[in-house]
Structure formats: structure tokens, C-alpha cells
């Protein structure tokens, strides 16, 4: 009995430590190969990383394509021009010469046509982030990559100005569809200051595309955090499991 004991006693002891040194070795070897096995590092070997950004991309983008998505998360909430950081919530010049009732109902409904507008861009735009990503080179990937977003910022360190510029028609299109840039042309007629002010078809584009590729990156960051941690749930497909 007390030979048994012994054995069954020195088993759980060899269990335990075991348990111990998986706990400790796998941490450090997610660290060094990036998340799960997938390595970070070369042109092929940053196959993980690159999967990993396109399936948080496409994440991103479904979720801010859904009606109201923009407008309703204040963290990417997209701001009239003219008005800049205030937002649909204050009015600025453009409030101050309208009166206050016909006001409130003018810049919230086209701050929801911009937001609504960017959401259809975000829709279509799956293609131009696919494109983006399939033409990073992780050769000499910087180490921010290993960062909870850091392959979001990588992404748009690399490409922010050629997604700018790709994003931007998609966002015209968009504007042009919801009958903004009319409404604009509108408001230019009636008031001189918002043609001196240079805010035309041009700026208009120029800032919801600034804005709207802003809150695009805040969701794929999002999505990539969410999936590093948990990679085997998030990313359980691209592990083969």
C-alpha cells in the first residue's frame, strides 16, 4: 500500500510540474513566433499575421457597414466639415447662422447621411484593405507588430495614404447616393461663408474620407486585440482547428 501510495504520489508530483513548465514555456513561444505558431517574421512566415489582419479587417468592416454603425458609436461618430471636432453636437459657424430649430434638425440628419454614407464606402471596401495586406513585406516588420494592435498599426503606417486614396471614390459615391453633396450645394447658395471657406464637393470628400478611414483602423484594432486574445477561438480556422 504504502509502495503504491508513494507512486501514485510521485505521478501527480510529475503532472504537476509538468502542467508548470507548459505554462511557462507557452507564453514565451506565442511571444517568439507572434499568436498561436503563427510567425511574424519574412514574407511567408507573416502569413499569420497577414490572416490575422484580414480576417480583424473583415470583422471591422461587416460591423460598420450595419445601418447606423458610424452614427452610433461616438468613438468614430463622423463630424460635419465645417464644423470639425464639434460634431454633429454643437453647430459652430454653420449653427450660428441658421436658427436654432431648423438647426438641430439640419445637422442631424446630414450627420447621419455622412455617417450612413461612410458605412456603405465601408461595405464596398473589403477589396482595397485585402490588396493592402496581401502587399505587406514583414521582412523588417518593426517590433510594434507584437503590440495587442500592432499589426494594425503597421498596416496603417504602410498604407494609410494609398487606403486613403482608394477609399476616397467609395466615399464620394456614397455621399453623391444619399444626396449629401446636394444638401451642401444647398447650404453654399444660401450662405457665402461656407463657399469662402473652400468647403466644396472636394473637402467634403477629402474630410469624411479622413474621418471615416479613422474609425475604420479604431475597428480593426479592436477586432485584432480581441482576437490575440483569444487566438484559438478567434482565429480557430486559421489554425486548422
Known amino acids: 500500500m504504502t509502495s503504491q501510495h508513494d507512486l501514485l504520489t510521485r505521478?501527480?508530483?510529475?503532472?504537476?510540474?509538468?502542467?508548470?513548465?507548459?505554462?511557462?514555456?507557452?507564453?514565451?513561444?506565442?511571444?517568439?513566433?507572434?499568436?498561436?505558431g503563427l510567425r511574424l517574421g519574412g514574407k511567408?512566415?507573416?502569413?499569420?499575421?497577414?490572416?490575422?489582419?484580414?480576417?480583424?479587417?473583415d470583422s471591422a468592416l461587416d460591423k460598420l457597414a450595419q445601418p447606423g454603425a458610424f452614427f452610433g458609436d461616438e468613438d468614430v461618430r463622423i463630424g460635419l466639415p465645417i464644423i470639425g471636432n464639434a460634431g454633429g453636437r454643437s453647430g459652430g459657424l454653420l449653427g450660428s447662422v441658421m436658427g436654432a430649430g431648423s438647426r438641430l434638425g439640419l445637422l442631424d440628419g446630414l450627420t447621419r447621411g455622412i455617417n450612413d454614407a461612410?458605412?456603405?464606402?465601408?461595405?464596398?471596401?473589403?477589396?482595397?484593405?485585402?490588396?493592402?495586406?496581401?502587399?505587406?513585406?514583414?521582412?523588417?516588420?518593426?517590433?510594434?507588430?507584437?503590440?495587442?494592435?500592432?499589426?494594425?498599426?503597421?498596416?496603417?503606417?504602410?498604407?494609410?495614404?494609398?487606403?486613403?486614396?482608394?477609399?476616397?471614390?467609395?466615399?464620394d459615391s456614397a455621399l453623391d447616393n444619399a444626396g449629401i453633396h446636394r444638401e451642401?450645394?444647398?447650404?453654399?447658395?444660401?450662405?457665402?461663408?461656407?463657399?469662402?471657406?473652400?468647403?466644396?464637393?472636394e473637402s467634403i470628400n477629402r474630410s469624411v474620407t479622413d474621418q471615416g478611414l479613422d474609425g475604420i483602423f479604431t475597428?480593426?484594432?479592436?477586432?485584432?486585440?480581441?482576437?490575440?486574445?483569444n487566438p484559438l477561438g478567434g482565429l480557430g480556422g486559421l489554425l486548422g482547428n
Open 44 to 57: 511567408k512566415a507573416g502569413g499569420g499575421l497577414s490572416a490575422l489582419l484580414g480576417k480583424a479587417t
Open 184 to 201: 451642401f450645394d444647398k447650404l453654399a447658395q444660401q450662405h457665402s461663408f461656407i463657399r469662402d471657406a473652400g468647403l466644396n464637393r
Open 118 to 171: 461612410a458605412g456603405t464606402a465601408a461595405g464596398e471596401a473589403k477589396p482595397i484593405f485585402r490588396d493592402a495586406i496581401d502587399d505587406l513585406s514583414f521582412d523588417d516588420a518593426p517590433g510594434i507588430i507584437r503590440e495587442d494592435d500592432g499589426g494594425t498599426q503597421y498596416l496603417r503606417s504602410s498604407a494609410n495614404d494609398r487606403l486613403h486614396s482608394r477609399l476616397q471614390p467609395l466615399i
Open 11 to 36: 505521478r501527480r508530483i510529475m503532472a504537476g510540474m509538468g502542467a508548470i513548465s507548459l505554462a511557462i514555456l507557452l507564453p514565451s513561444a506565442v511571444g517568439a513566433q507572434g499568436l498561436g
Open 219 to 229: 475597428y480593426i484594432g479592436r477586432e485584432e486585440r480581441g482576437f490575440r486574445k
